[in-house]
T-cell receptor, first 115, second 112 residues
Framework: GAVVSQHPSWVICKSGTSVKIECRSL??????MFWYRQFPKQSLMLMAT?????????EQGVEKDKFLINHASLTLSTLTVTSAHPEDSSFYIC???????????FGPGTRLTVL | GENVEQHPSTLSVQEGDSAVIKCTYS??????FPWYKQELGKRPQLIID?????GEKKDQRIAVTLNKTAKHFSLHITETQPEDSAVYFC???????????FGKGTTLSVSS
C-alpha cells in the first residue's frame, strides 16, 4: 500500500519560534496533499489543501500567514507554524491523495508542543 | 460546505457482540464515504470505504451500508474483539481530489 511519512514525529518549541513539518509520499506521487489538526479527544479538522506548484487553499478561520504551506514537489509538502504559541499545540496530520486509486493515505502525525 | 454528524460518541460492547456506528452527511453531491480507525497517538487507518454507486460493502467482520436518499451511512462490526477498541471516524467527500470531512468520532470499547 501507499506510504506517507511525516517528520518530525514530535517537537517541543518555545513560544514565538517557528516549526516546519514535512509530509512525504514515499512510493507514489501526490499532486494533492491535505493538512489536518487534531486536538485531544477531538476529530480531524481540515486546515488546508495543498496542490503541487500552486498556492494552498485554506479553510475558513485558518490564518494563511501563520500556517505556511509549500508543496514544491510531487512527493513533499511542508507546513510551517510561524510564531508558535501554546494554543498551537496539537497533533498535525497530513494526508496524500493517490490518484490511481483516489484514496487518501495519512502520515503518522506530528505532535507539536509549544511552551 | 459538507457537514458530517456521527453517533454515538461512545459505544461499549461485550466481546462477540456487534457494534454499529451511524453517520449522516449534508451535501447530496458527496460520493465517497470512508471509515477510519485511530488508535491513541497514531494515524487514522482506512478500514473500509464505499462509493455512492454501491449500497453495501463487506470485508470479513466489517460492513458499511449507504442510503443515499436519507444521506446516511453506517459501519457494522460483527463478532467484536478487544483489539477493535479504538476511535472510529466516518468521513465524506464531495468529489475526487477534494478533502475528507470527518465526523466527530466514536470511541468503541470492547470488553472481554
Amino acid at each position: 500500500g501507499a506510504v506517507v511519512s511525516q517528520h518530525p514525529s514530535w517537537v517541543i518549541c518555545k513560544s514565538g519560534t517557528s516549526v516546519k513539518i514535512e509530509c512525504r509520499s514515499l512510493d507514489f506521487q501526490a499532486t494533492t496533499m491535505f493538512w489536518y489538526r487534531q486536538f485531544p479527544k477531538q476529530s480531524l479538522m481540515l486546515m488546508a489543501t495543498s496542490n503541487e506548484g500552486s498556492k494552498a487553499t485554506y479553510e475558513q478561520g485558518v490564518e494563511k500567514d501563520k500556517f505556511l504551506i509549500n508543496h514544491a514537489s510531487l512527493t513533499l509538502s511542508t507546513l510551517t507554524v510561524t510564531s508558535a504559541h501554546p494554543e498551537d499545540s496539537s497533533f498535525y496530520i497530513c494526508s496524500a491523495r493517490w490518484e490511481s486509486t483516489d484514496t487518501q493515505y495519512f502520515g503518522p502525525g506530528t505532535r507539536l508542543t509549544v511552551l | 460546505g459538507e457537514n458530517v454528524e456521527q453517533h454515538p460518541s461512545t459505544l461499549s460492547v461485550q466481546e462477540g457482540d456487534s457494534a454499529v456506528i451511524k453517520c449522516t452527511y449534508s451535501d447530496s453531491a458527496s460520493n465517497y464515504f470512508p471509515w477510519y480507525k485511530q488508535e491513541l497517538g497514531k494515524r487514522p487507518q482506512l478500514i473500509i470505504d464505499i462509493r455512492s454507486n454501491v449500497g453495501e460493502k463487506k470485508d470479513q467482520r466489517i460492513a458499511v451500508t449507504l442510503n443515499k436518499t436519507a444521506k446516511h451511512f453506517s459501519l457494522h462490526i460483527t463478532e467484536t474483539q478487544p483489539e477493535d477498541s479504538a476511535v472510529y471516524f466516518c468521513a465524506a467527500r464531495l468529489q475526487a481530489g477534494t478533502a475528507l470531512i470527518f465526523g466527530k468520532g466514536t470511541t468503541l470499547s470492547v470488553s472481554s
